[in-house]
Structures are given as C-alpha cells and as structure tokens.
C-alpha cells in the first residue's frame, strides 16, 4: 500500500523555525498534489499549504510570508519550513497526498500522515 511519514515536529520558542518533512513510499505511479493541514485543539482542521506537482503553490492566509512549502519528487517528499514562528502555530500537522497508485490507475486516492505536534511557547 502507501505510506506517509511525517518528522520535524517538537517545541520552539516563538520566532524560532521548524521544518517539516513528509516522505510517501509504497505502491505509488504519480503523485498529483500534496499538502499540509494542521488541527488545533478544539478546532478544525485547516489547509495551511498546497503543492501540485509543478510545484504551483498556496499558502493560508496567516502563515504567507512566514511558511514555504516545497517537495522533492525525486523524493515522493514534501517538506514546510516554518519561519517566524507564533504560539497560535501550535497544533498537530499532517501530510497529505492526492496520488495515483500502481495497484489502481484508473483512479486518485487521498492519503494522510499520522501527525507530529509542533508547538510554539511564547
């Protein structure tokens, strides 16, 4: 099958940096776009990037010029450095990957990583 696997969570001090990392591995053919979502305590889950396969990407509001997020498709990796950073950051950060796999062409499948923590004392 696949798998995502996230790193580069931990506790920093507000204005500091982390960088995150996924890397897919597994029975994949393509991957299209990947991303990074992260959930606060008693809050939704939000789309903090996307990235497409061409490297086009998007940033939520309160993170544009603080975060980037690239990938390494050589890699099947995505990776967010995150710059800047603010206690309203802390929040658990998943992976995600729209990919089409060598078991089933025909189709797109979602996959998500299993989170890493990231927070930020101030």
């Known amino acids: 099958q696949v798998q995502l696997v996230e790193s580069g969570g931990g506790l920093v001090q507000a204005g500091g940096s982390l960088r995150l990392s996924c890397a897919a591995s597994?029975?994949?053919?393509?991957?299209?776009?990947m991303g990074w979502y992260r959930q606060a305590p008693g809050k939704r889950r939000e789309l903090v990037a996307p990235?497409?396969?061409?490297?086009?990407?998007n940033y939520v509001d309160c993170v544009k010029g603080r975060f980037t997020i690239s990938r390494d498709n050589a890699k099947n990796t995505v990776y967010l450095q995150m710059n800047s950073m603010k206690p309203e950051d802390t929040a658990v950060y998943y992976c995600?990957?729209?990919?089409?796999?060598?078991?089933?062409?025909?189709?797109?499948?979602?996959?998500w990583g299993q989170g890493t923590q990231v927070t930020v004392s101030s």
């Open positions: 995600n990957a729209r990919l089409i796999t060598a078991f089933d062409q025909t189709r797109e499948y979602e996959y």
């Open positions: 990235i497409t396969s061409g490297s086009s990407r």
């Open positions: 597994g029975s994949i053919f393509r991957i299209n776009a």
